[in-house]
Structures are given as structure tokens and as C-alpha cells.
């Protein structure tokens, strides 16, 4: 893991809730839910600051978390193993 990556690989995380004025790229269903770090991709520029015209950064992580779909949609009918993949950025995690 590099230095600064705040979460390791199998690591709980939750979402932060939050519906900035800006543009933002975690969706709304995910946020509040928790769920473990599967992978890590890297350091890519910010998306919301780009939007804008920003110049993203400095550079965020950017993690794979996977939910069991059981969590995230209450009428669920699939079977329990089932699990969403979603990528998101480190300034949307916190700590568990």
C-alpha cells in the first residue's frame, strides 16, 4: 500500500452522505452503506474539480467497494451472494 492510501485491501468503509452543490460521482444509493475495499486502481485527478474546469487535484484514490446487494436495495430478490462492485473516491470514505 502506498503512503497515501488511507484503506488496505478487505478493509470496512462506509460512504460518506452527501449532496454537494458541485458535481459529484458517488451515487446517492451507496451513501451512508457500508462496504469493504475489494481493490485499489491508483491516484487519477479529481473528477469533481475537473468537472468545474478544476486542474483535480490534488490526485484522489480510487477504490473498488463491494456491497452485498442485500444492503442496498431492500426488496432485493437475488440470492444473498450477490454483490455490487462500484468504484468510488477516497474523499467519499470514511472509517468505520
Given at each position: ?5 488511507k484503506?488496505q485491501l478487505?478493509?470496512l468503509?462506509r ?5 454537494p452543490p458541485?458535481?459529484f ?6 451513501q451512508g452503506?457500508?462496504g469493504?475495499?475489494a481493490?485499489?486502481?491508483?491516484a ?8 468545474y474546469g ?13 456491497f452485498?446487494?442485500t444492503d442496498l436495495?431492500q426488496d432485493?430478490?437475488g440470492?444473498?451472494?450477490d ?5 468510488v ?8
Amino acid at each position: 500500500m502506498a503512503s497515501n492510501e488511507k484503506y488496505q485491501l478487505g478493509e470496512l468503509v462506509r460512504i460518506r452522505v452527501g449532496v454537494p452543490p458541485t458535481h459529484f460521482r458517488t451515487p446517492e444509493y451507496i451513501q451512508g452503506k457500508q462496504g469493504k475495499i475489494a481493490t485499489l486502481w491508483g491516484a487519477f485527478p479529481n473528477p469533481e474539480s475537473l468537472a468545474y474546469g478544476g486542474n483535480g487535484l490534488p490526485a484522489q484514490p480510487l477504490y473498488q467497494v463491494e456491497f452485498p446487494q442485500t444492503d442496498l436495495w431492500q426488496d432485493y430478490k437475488g440470492p444473498a451472494s450477490d454483490m455490487l462492485l462500484i468504484d468510488v473516491y477516497e474523499n467519499w470514505l470514511e472509517k468505520i
